[in-house]
């Protein structure tokens, strides 16, 4: 074999390894942009729970709590409402920051259907179901919460018999 086609081979070589090496770089950047924008939604999801979670501390909360645990929702004050409202949205957008890090691959699927178990029980409060309205989801949690609630309806895993309160 001559120098030049030795010469010919090195290039050949040369241009797989540059174009391995782009196609790490590509793949090493599309990691990075996953993980920047799941930081982003995780403050954004934690600034938006800190600002609800205030309302959960008072008494109004645990008073609204106790009367759902106790199946009196009917009795719930104007006041009570809100503060089981902010409840609802504070866990629904802690859901669903779990869920949009369960999608980028950060979180394992079993720490997801743990929380997707939790999930369903919450949603087998008609009284929580009635708060879905009130926003928008991502797309993907929208779907997921569709499943849950058409599981929890035609499947119900008894987590609401089993309250904390005894009736």
Same mark, same amino acid.
């Given at each position: 074999?001559?120098?030049?086609k030795?010469?010919?081979? #090195?290039?050949?070589?040369?241009?797989f390894?540059?174009?391995?090496?782009?196609?790490?770089?590509? #793949?090493?950047?599309?990691?990075?942009?996953?993980?920047?924008?799941?930081?982003?939604?995780?403050?954004?999801?934690?600034?938006?729970?800190?600002?609800?979670? *205030?309302?959960?501390?008072?008494?109004?909360?645990?008073?609204?709590?106790?009367?759902?645990? /106790?199946?009196?929702?009917?009795? #719930?004050?104007?006041?009570?409402?809100?503060?089981?409202?902010?409840?609802?949205?504070?866990?629904?957008? /802690?859901?669903?920051?779990v869920? /949009?890090?369960?999608?980028?691959?950060?979180?394992?699927?079993?720490?997801?259907?743990? #929380?997707?178990?939790?999930?369903?029980?919450?949603?087998?409060?008609?009284?929580?179901? *009635?708060?879905?309205?009130?926003?928008?989801?991502?797309?993907?949690?929208?779907?997921v919460?569709?499943?849950?609630?058409?599981? /929890?309806?035609?499947?119900?895993? *008894?987590?609401?018999?089993?309250?904390?309160?005894?009736?």
């Open positions: 074999m001559g120098a030049t030795i010469n010919e081979w #090195l290039q050949v070589i040369g241009m390894g540059v174009i391995g090496s782009l196609i790490f770089v590509g #793949l090493q950047m599309k990691q990075t942009q996953a993980i920047a924008s799941s930081s982003i939604y995780q403050a954004r999801a934690a600034m938006a729970m800190d600002l609800q979670v *205030g309302s959960m501390t008072g008494s109004e909360y645990l008073s609204g709590t106790v009367k759902i645990e /106790s199946g009196q929702v009917d009795l #719930l004050t104007p006041v009570e409402r809100i503060a089981q409202y902010h409840y609802f949205y504070a866990s629904m957008k /802690s859901f669903d920051n869920h /949009s890090q369960y999608e980028n691959g950060f979180i394992p699927e079993d720490h997801w259907n743990a #929380l997707s178990s939790e999930l369903q029980c919450m949603l087998e409060y008609p009284h929580f179901r *009635g708060f879905l309205g009130q926003y928008t989801y991502r797309p993907s949690f929208q779907s919460i569709d499943k849950v609630i058409e599981r /929890s309806i035609d499947k119900p895993t *008894g987590c609401t018999d089993n309250q904390m309160i005894a009736n």
